[in-house]
């Protein structure tokens, strides 16, 4: 304030006659608000600022107008319109009432006098605050950003067509930074409806946002691919799976899973993720129900059959000379490859990770026949001569786990899981250049821990009268165990003097669950040493 307004305002003080006339006068009225006050541009009707009642509708509506205007936003392609009421906060229109109303009330009779006449000059403008909520920004922001990211598509090698798969650049949202731009903007655009006056413009006030979203390149560009020269078989492996009955779902996994590997290009010194390559496994991605082993039980699962793809990229990789960076053998030998080269993946967090140590790009090529599948990698040249080496260094019994169940029939057992010993192994990748130089030698290990044998039989059923378990499997549970070998059961051969008996009938009829397929290869018996070269 300045020195003659205070002059003035002193002055009508004392014209008044101190301050209780003062207060009764019009210019600070006690039971109404500020004549000429404003709210978001617009001024107080009078009924309104005398009746704090009315003033509470006025404001109500003042501000469920403005809440219910939408705005769009735009990240990229992706478009989302959101009501300003969905992420703000109404304020209380009883405290902001009161506010109002209390406004020329406070503070020195000078300082009162000025609030009121610049009100009556239509200078005391309030504003009403609206607060966003974090969360529903937050919850915006990751819609969006579901829409918008997509990772880069490197360029692939069409091998079948000799063309070229072409690059797609990548797009991406950073959800930190559309948080706080929406914050920022949408608190804009709330005062911006609270001042609209529909009577002037019938159109929306509300001018859309845009989100910044970041481009990624592809790593490998299609006009990079051309001069690749792939004439030489750098690492090659091939297994073998089925079609018939409920392998059927697993072969079109094997077959999508390869399908995401063809033509990959893989630079000198460049890392290569599985996981990253062939995507999450769902539906979504083109993934069927198939069994799969989870928590060491095989279950129905998307995916299931992408590991055998892992396994045999792996080997191929192996033989190859890849740097092997991130690999998990399975929790038991698979049938489709000789245990100690296999390869277990679960998305996102089991993956397999290999690197390319040749001066030269590395493209892999898969082929899928009727029932097998082979993965090559192509290159300029085969640097070296690879040698597999696998040799068992403790063998552990599998036990038997019996369920009764109520619903087996007396008689009968169903094997819900075959028992395959448990294996540590030692690995050795002998790496020998065709340049002279010294050969390599790379030892590992790996540990298969046993798989429980599972029945599920009727209540009573004598476990005796289930299949005898192998002999080794019997004698290495009592050399553990320290207990002498149990008796020979109904399913034993019976011994005789001379010569003896065939097996007798087994006392109990046992099928398959659905899914459990008897061990065969390394998971029936492995032999003690293997050699492979490729």
Request: proline share 7%; net charge neutral; glycine share 8%.
């Amino acid at each position: 304030m300045t020195r003659n307004r205070a002059i003035a305002a002193a002055s009508l003080v004392a014209l008044l006659g101190g301050s209780a006339a003062y207060a009764r006068a019009s210019m600070l009225p006690r039971d109404r608000a500020l004549p000429g006050l404003r709210v978001e541009g617009f001024a107080l009707p009078d009924d309104v600022a005398a009746d704090e009642a009315k003033l509470m509708v006025y404001l109500g509506k003042r501000i469920d107008a403005a809440l219910a205007h939408e705005v769009e936003i735009f990240a990229g392609k992706s478009k989302r319109k959101v009501a300003l009421r969905d992420v703000a906060n109404a304020p209380d229109t009883w405290q902001l009432a009161r506010s109002i109303r209390a406004l020329g009330r406070d503070g020195t009779l000078a300082h009162r006098f000025d609030v009121a006449m610049r009100a009556r000059r239509g200078a005391v403008d309030v504003a009403i605050p609206i607060t966003l909520r974090t969360e529903a920004l937050e919850s915006v922001a990751a819609g969006l950003k579901g829409d918008v990211d997509e990772p880069a598509q490197n360029a692939k090698l069409d091998l079948a067509s000799h063309g070229v798969v072409p690059d797609h650049e990548g797009h991406s949202l950073e959800l930190d930074g559309a948080v706080v731009t929406l914050a920022s903007e949408l608190e804009k655009r709330a005062t911006r409806a609270l001042r609209w006056d529909p009577a002037s413009d019938h159109s929306s006030p509300l001018d859309p946002i845009d989100l910044a979203v970041s481009a990624t390149p592809a790593k490998v560009l299609a006009s990079t691919l051309k001069a690749i020269d792939i004439s030489t078989v750098v690492g090659t492996f091939e297994t073998h799976f089925g079609r018939g009955g409920d392998q059927a779902p697993r072969a079109i996994n094997i077959e999508i899973a390869a399908g995401k590997l063809e033509g990959l290009v893989l630079k000198p010194g460049e890392l290569v993720s599985f996981n990253g390559v062939v995507g999450e496994r769902s539906e979504a991605n083109g993934f069927k129900m198939a069994w799969e082993i989870f928590k060491g039980e095989m279950r129905p699962g998307f995916g299931g059959g992408t590991c055998q793809v892992a396994s045999t990229f792996h080997a191929a990789a192996f033989f190859g000379g890849l740097d092997i960076l991130e690999r998990l053998p399975h929790s038991r030998p698979s049938a489709y490859i000789t245990m100690g080269l296999d390869s277990t993946v679960v998305y996102p967090v089991v993956d397999l990770k290999v690197k390319n140590p040749h001066e030269f790009p590395v493209v892999v090529h898969t082929k899928i026949g009727a029932n097998a599948l082979t993965v090559e990698l192509l290159g300029k040249a085969k640097p070296m001569n690879v040698v597999f080496g696998r040799d068992v260094v403790d063998t552990f019994p599998y036990v038997r786990k019996i369920d009764e169940e109520p619903w087996v029939k007396p008689g009968h057992a169903i094997k819900k899981q075959g028992g395959i010993r448990g294996y540590r192994v030692r690995r050795t990748r002998t790496i020998k250049y065709v340049s002279g130089a010294p050969d390599r030698v790379e030892t590992t290990y790996d540990f298969y821990p046993p798989t429980t044998e599972i029945y599920l039989v009727a209540p009573g059923t004598d476990p005796n009268d289930l299949p005898s378990l192998p002999d080794d499997v019997k004698e290495m549970l009592a050399k553990k165990s320290g207990e002498p070998l149990p008796s020979p059961t109904a399913t034993d051969a019976v011994a005789c003097a001379g010569e003896c008996a065939q097996p007798a009938k087994p006392a109990i009829e046992v099928k398959n669950a659905a899914g459990v397929h008897d061990p065969t290869g390394d998971q029936a018996t492995a032999p003690k040493s293997v050699v492979l070269t490729h």
